[in-house]
């Protein structure tokens, strides 16, 4: 198969590291030459029609689009996911060649506030915030291609380079116990895992749901994690009362049924993995 990664930062090179030995791989960014050699470069945005439309004509099999905004602001939002969202519908329809399966990823903040309830896939969608509703918006501008299409909701992603919150532990920024502020979060290398399974299934025939919430298997509170890290960093923490608009439990259970196995099945195994890679 012939897969190509949209946008392809960090997310979509790590998935590529894992499907280059089996598949043909190409990286479409605007700056693609520091892409690793396992992915053959093509220069371009996913806002430029015509450009879009020339590279769709190359014949690949999956699109996987993890694009990034440049900014968190609504316009940047609009940008990276709106408007590439609607120029890859119209290029799907003047192209001679089109994907069969298109993997776009989103975020958990599609679902809102949630009050501290468990969401899942067919949990109603009541975006609250500018950038939940931007990415609602271009999901449903990505369900009505004419293909296969999934959605990746992603919650916090961690990892090498993703650090802030092991930097606020480092600075004794501590939450309370009360009220309940919930975590969901996957390692950027289970979010690589993700992807690639999903392309994986698809190559081998295999039938794929139309979403899927990718969150490790450890929903915790803010308070819960913030203390597991002081201890291991051995530093003492002072409760900060800080507004959390999304408060939610995310369960990854579709993603589980499908056959995925996490690298990282919790904030434990992911941040102590991060912990040893420090500096001694």
């Not at 992603?154 to 502020?181: E, H, W």
């Not at 298997?217 to 900060?240: C, G, M, N, Y």
């Not at 259970?253 to 890679?277: N, T």
Request: glycine share 6%; aromatic share 8%.
């Amino acid at each position: 198969m012939k897969i190509l990664f949209a946008g392809c930062g960090d997310i979509g090179t790590r998935t590529a590291s894992r499907l280059a030995t089996d598949f043909d791989c190409f990286g479409f960014k605007r700056n693609p030459q520091t892409l690793p050699e396992f992915i053959s470069p093509l220069v371009g945005s996913m806002t430029d029609l015509d450009r879009l439309v020339e590279v769709l004509n190359q014949d690949f099999d999956v699109l996987v689009a993890t694009l990034t905004p440049d900014g968190f602001n609504p316009e940047a939002y609009r940008r990276a996911y709106v408007d590439s969202a609607k120029t890859l519908a119209s290029a799907m329809t003047l192209a001679s060649s089109v994907p069969k399966l298109v993997i776009w990823v989103s975020s958990t903040s599609v679902y809102g506030h949630c009050n501290g309830d468990w969401v899942d896939e067919q949990s109603p969608t009541t975006a609250q915030s500018f950038s939940g509703k931007l990415l609602l918006e271009a999901e449903q501008q990505i369900a009505a291609l004419a293909c296969t299409t999934v959605i990746v909701r992603f919650s916090g992603i961690y990892g090498p380079g993703r650090t802030r919150m092991l930097d606020q532990i480092v600075a004794g920024k501590g939450r309370p116990a009360q009220p309940q502020q919930w975590s969901n979060r996957i390692y950027s290398e289970d979010c690589a895992g993700v992807l690639a399974h999903l392309v994986r299934e698809f190559g081998a025939g295999k039938a794929l749901e139309s979403v899927y919430i990718a969150t490790d298997s450890a929903p915790v509170t803010q308070h819960d994690l913030r203390i597991w890290l002081a201890q291991q960093l051995d530093v003492e923490l002072q409760d900060e009362i800080v507004e959390q608009k999304a408060i939610r439990r995310c369960s990854n259970q579709r993603l589980l049924d499908s056959g995925y196995q996490f690298l990282y099945p919790s904030y434990k195994e992911g941040y102590q993995s991060l912990i040893d890679a420090l500096p001694k």
